[in-house]
């Protein structure tokens, strides 16, 4: 689980296909520090395992799923990623529950400032829409962000100075792939209603909720 705080950008060291899986390589410095083989690190919000650590640099193997549901495969040595360590049950919660499961990638369609701070519009799957809502909470890249407009093959987003110089969005243009993952309290409720409708409408298929006896 993370937060969408990201703790530094890491730089690409090398992406390779292996014989059991893709290896990707990052140099990093801080979230190296604690850091051992089998913990999750968040990378451009995607959560993957490291297999082998250092001082200065972490080590991941990738499935083909992974590589084509997210952008780490576009990313070109030397280009910044989002870190984040899994979030401990002691630490700050400043942003909201990241799973690092990316549900989709979006397409960045503006990106341009506005006054002091910048304006970022991405275009997204519409099958999505209904995982978002303004003011809600969506990851891009691993980065805890407020939606701004909702519709419904796009949203935006208003990015303050701070986290274009702490994420790897200030480098981003248009046109470039981004990893998004939804809010996991929506994903949950959106289940949970289609569960409910397919119920109404087949009362007796099977796996539908049981009503409790104080309800009949």
Request: charged share 20%.
């Amino acid at each position: 689980m993370f937060t969408g705080i990201v703790e530094e950008t890491g730089r690409l060291v090398a992406f390779e296909h292996k014989a059991a899986a893709w290896r990707l390589v990052v140099a990093a410095s801080l979230v190296t520090q604690g850091t051992v083989v089998g913990d999750s690190i968040a990378v451009n919000g995607c959560c993957l395992t490291v297999v082998a650590c250092s001082a200065d640099s972490l080590s991941f193997d990738l499935l083909e799923e992974t590589v084509r549901l997210t952008n780490i495969s576009q990313v070109v040595v030397g280009g910044a990623v989002n870190l984040e360590r899994s979030m401990r049950p002691d630490g700050k919660m400043g942003g909201h529950f990241v799973t690092g499961h990316i549900d989709c990638p979006g397409e960045i369609g503006v990106l341009e400032p506005r006054g002091a701070d910048r304006y970022l519009r991405v275009q997204y799957p519409a099958q999505y829409r209904r995982l978002l809502v303004p003011k809600g909470s969506i990851a891009i890249d691993g980065v805890s962000l407020t939606v701004v407009e909702v519709h419904d093959d796009w949203f935006s987003i208003w990015l303050i100075p701070h986290t274009m110089e702490a994420t790897n969005l200030g480098g981003r243009r248009a046109g470039e792939r981004v990893n998004l993952e939804f809010d996991m309290l929506a994903k949950y409720i959106e289940r949970q209603l289609a569960l409910r409708e397919e119920a109404a409408r087949n009362p007796h298929a099977a796996g539908a909720p049981v009503r409790p006896v104080w309800q009949s």
